[in-house]
């Protein structure tokens, strides 16, 4: 089987997961995925489309958890075949795992989950890449336990994701440190979420709040500290998105950002060279 993760690294640039928080219907997920599509080709930016099919994990009993599984899953498949490009997608349960890899390509492992060992191991049984963000919780030394499990289960197309750790009860912060030692640690692609690590969770009103002002801050100290990818959540009107909007970056300013992040990777290349 051909390794997702092995693509997307296989070019001096940078790699890039981007796409809404959720499904929210079709023709929002084929309007968002082939727009970064369009940009991520001229800038010669490998890409994969992400999207959630559920969301689990919801402050509110009330929150907007999705449209339903299946159609969904088959809405993030049709656009990773319109666009040529990879899905990913979270998974919540072993019996997730199964179900999401008729449909996905990366089966992503959410932060707080990153060490439920069931999950881990089915994630790695289907064969799927898997992505696996690092618990708010974990040091970055302790996510090779979380990779040795997937590898266990025979997968070894993985990958690890910080997205910030907690600070106090209603913060993240980014310690990017932890880039260089995971990527030895863990010995995969190591990939910094720059829109997560920007949420405020927690707040009274039960609805996580953000920074997104802050999104190129943390996307230039990933590209600066080495990282293979990074994780981007966008959205046309995130004031309208119906999860996270108060971290995610409007459609409309990526190509400009990710621009930017080119000429410093060139930049970077440059000075190894």
Same mark, same amino acid.
């Given at each position: 089987m051909n390794s997702v993760f092995r693509t997307l690294t296989s070019t001096p640039s940078f790699f890039l997961?981007?796409?809404?928080?959720?499904?929210?219907?079709?023709?929002?997920?084929?309007?968002?995925?082939?727009?970064?599509?369009?940009?991520?080709k001229r800038l010669e930016i490998p890409y994969a489309f992400k999207a959630s099919y559920r969301k689990a994990n919801r402050?509110?009993?009330?929150?907007?958890?999705?449209?339903?599984?299946?159609?969904?899953l088959r809405i993030l498949n049709s656009v990773g075949k319109e666009c040529g490009v990879p899905v990913v997608t979270d998974i919540h349960s072993p019996e997730e795992a199964t179900m999401?890899?008729?449909?996905?390509?990366?089966?992503?492992?959410?932060?707080?989950?990153?060490?439920?060992?069931?999950?881990?191991?089915?994630?790695?049984?289907?064969q799927r890449a898997v992505n696996i963000k690092?618990?708010?919780?974990?040091?970055?030394?302790?996510?090779?336990?979380?990779?040795?499990?997937?590898?266990?289960?025979g997968c070894d197309d993985v990958a690890v994701t910080d997205r910030g750790t907690t600070f106090g009860y209603g913060d993240l912060v980014v310690d990017f440190r932890g880039v260089p030692v995971?990527?030895?640690?863990?010995?995969?692609?190591?990939?910094?979420?720059? +829109?997560?690590?920007?949420?405020?969770?927690?707040?009274a009103a039960g609805v996580t709040g953000g920074r997104p002002e802050l999104i190129e801050t943390i996307a230039r100290a990933a590209i600066a500290t080495g990282a293979d990818g990074i994780f981007i959540e +966008?959205?046309?009107?995130?004031?309208?998105?119906?999860?996270?909007?108060?971290?995610?970056?409007?459609?409309?300013?990526l190509e400009e950002l990710l621009t930017r992040l080119v000429t410093i990777r060139k930049a970077i290349n440059t000075f190894k060279d």
């Open positions: 997961l981007a796409g809404p928080c959720v499904v929210e219907g079709e023709e929002m997920a084929h309007t968002i995925g082939r727009r970064i599509s369009d940009i991520c402050s509110r009993l009330d929150s907007f958890m999705g449209i339903g599984d299946i159609e969904a999401a890899a008729d449909f996905a390509d990366i089966l992503q492992i959410p932060a707080f989950l990153c060490r439920q060992t069931d999950l881990l191991l089915a994630a790695g049984r289907t690092k618990g708010q919780f974990l040091s970055p030394e302790s996510m090779r336990f979380a990779v040795d499990k997937v590898r266990s289960a995971m990527k030895e640690s863990c010995d995969c692609p190591v990939i910094v979420d720059c +829109t997560h690590s920007l949420q405020q969770p927690n707040t +966008t959205h046309p009107e995130p004031a309208k998105a119906k999860s996270d909007g108060a971290n995610m970056l409007r459609l409309d300013l």
